[in-house]
């Protein structure tokens, strides 16, 4: 059976897939809590977790979309409407875009951060990225900020797409990402 004619992703899809949405969801929690730290050794702790966790992300994320372009997803049931494929098509195409910007502008914001970040503790990302300049910190943290919000809002849709798919239509959707092979949808 071909990637294109089976009903579920591949187990090396299935893993990236959660192990990105994991690390997403652990380097909100970290990101958002920038605001309460108090003091210089929490910000640098929350530094450093932040930008382990987006890294890793990141360097998960590009490997999904290279297994992506060799492993098609499989097709969609036939009961997903024609303007429910475009939508999933569409949102899919920007949720790979905002996974891909949010960490290259936390990057960049990196470069021009008046603390050391330290990714995994094992070496300075603003003297990694010097070349990206140092000056503008706050414009930078818009542009990384205004990413994350999108990255949420889309993540929402898309989470609320699969609960649709999964409880309301029960067209196995949802089930295609899911680990082991479950029932097929009616």
Do not use: C
Not at 52 to 78: D, E, M, V
Not at 90 to 102: C, E, K, N, T
């Amino acid at each position: 059976m071909t990637q294109r004619t089976a009903v579920h992703y591949s187990g090396i899809a299935k893993f990236l897939h959660w192990a990105i949405a994991l690390l997403i969801i652990m380097m909100l929690v970290f990101g958002q809590g920038f605001d309460d730290v108090k003091t210089d050794p929490e910000l640098a702790f929350s530094l450093t977790g932040h930008s382990s966790l987006g890294l890793t992300a990141l360097t998960l994320i590009i490997l999904r979309i290279l297994w992506r372009i060799g492993h098609p997803p499989p097709a969609l049931p036939a009961t997903v409407s024609p303007a429910q494929a475009m939508a999933s098509k569409l949102s899919h195409l920007l949720l790979y875009a905002l996974m891909i910007y949010v960490p290259l502008t936390g990057i960049y914001t990196a470069a021009a951060h008046e603390m050391v970040v330290m990714p995994w503790n094992a070496f300075d990302l603003r003297e990694v990225v010097s070349f990206l300049g140092a000056t503008d910190f706050e414009g930078r943290r818009f542009l990384h900020e205004l990413g994350t919000w999108l990255l949420i809002a889309l993540l929402a849709v898309h989470i609320g797409a699969a609960f649709l798919h999964q409880f309301i239509q029960k067209d196995g959707v949802l089930r295609r990402i899911w680990f082991g092979k479950g029932k097929q949808a009616k």
